[in-house]
């Protein structure tokens, strides 16, 4: 294979040499997206092994994604047949605290029970501080998330705005917060009102304002809980406003699977979230991390 050289500075993609399609090969790893300067769309990088490619610069262009058929596992390298918990083996994911089912639900942290799969694990990213946060992918929803994982974890979620609320000292701390929001906004994202297009922009300030006065009651129990200072309110004005590079959006969502669908082609329109969306349908390329993909775009 040819060697990836870089086109720009920017991340412009990635040319194997003068005249040929660009391309790289690997086991996928989730987009890596980033938020430039104001005013400017998010900026994706495409991991295959240890190649990048920056897919903006492949917007408009025809490209193919090849599953090899290999999957290796994201942890520890091995091959498997079947991926668990986005890139997983299934020793790796029956075994790995951040595989376990508390880090979908923190509430149900059993550290203090004994029972957690690697409590010094645990100690260095549980117990660090967490934000509550309202984002708008599909609508209102609420979400937490580690300090230092804004805004990243908005940008996988295809979130058109978000707003930090409270900051919590801890991740089972946070899930109970979570918890209480749960009672009146959803937790979930609907992707494909996500992947349309058609999301209206909300008014999170207002709806912060609505909610933790709602709340305050079920706020006040758990601050006598864990002490006042384990549940702060975060002072931000307005919420963080996100634009994707999208060329354009889908009619009707045709979603690809690369255990079906091996070979996906069509032309980039857009980037979002996790996802590519092609002329011909969009793949989520999170969900297939550790498969092993040639991936080609035609030449300019």
């Known amino acids: 294979m040819d060697q990836l050289i870089p086109l720009s500075r920017s991340g412009g993609g990635y040319l194997p040499g003068e005249g040929r399609h660009d391309r790289a090969q690997g086991p996928l790893r989730k987009l890596d997206i980033r938020l430039p300067a104001a005013g400017r769309p998010a900026e994706y990088t495409l991991r295959a092994g240890d190649q990048r490619v920056g ?15 290999e999957i290796h596992c994201i942890e520890c390298g091995r091959a498997t047949r079947k991926s668990f918990g986005q890139g997983h083996c299934y020793p790796c994911f029956s075994s790995l605290a951040h595989c376990d089912l508390c880090m979908m639900r923190p509430e149900t942290c059993h550290y203090f029970q004994g029972t957690c799969r690697d409590p010094a694990w645990g100690e260095r990213h549980c117990f660090r501080p967490h934000t509550v946060y309202l984002a ?57 009102a996500m992947l349309k297009g058609e999301v209206e922009p909300l008014d999170l300030v207002a709806e912060r304002d609505r909610l933790l006065a709602s709340l305050e009651p079920g706020l006040g129990e758990l601050r006598r809980r864990f002490g006042h200072d384990a549940i702060q309110a975060v002072d931000a004005a307005a919420p963080l406003s996100i634009d994707y590079p999208v060329l354009e959006w889908p009619r009707k969502i045709v979603s690809f699977n690369f255990d079906k669908t091996p070979r996906i082609e069509g032309t980039l329109m857009g980037l979002k979230g996790q996802y590519l969306i092609l002329d011909t349908g969009v793949v989520n390329l999170r969900k297939f991390a550790g498969y092993q993909v040639a991936v080609s775009a035609e030449a300019a």
């Open 55 to 69: 897919l903006n610069a492949w917007l408009g262009r025809r490209i193919v994604l090849r599953h090899t058929g």
């Open 136 to 192: 708008n992918a599909s609508g209102l929803k609420v979400g937490i998330t580690r300090g230092t994982n804004m805004p990243t974890r908005w940008l996988d979620q295809g979130a058109i705005q978000a707003l930090p609320i409270l900051d919590v000292e801890t991740r089972q701390q946070s899930g109970f917060v979570e918890t209480l929001f749960k009672a009146q906004v959803s937790d979930r994202t609907n992707w494909r």
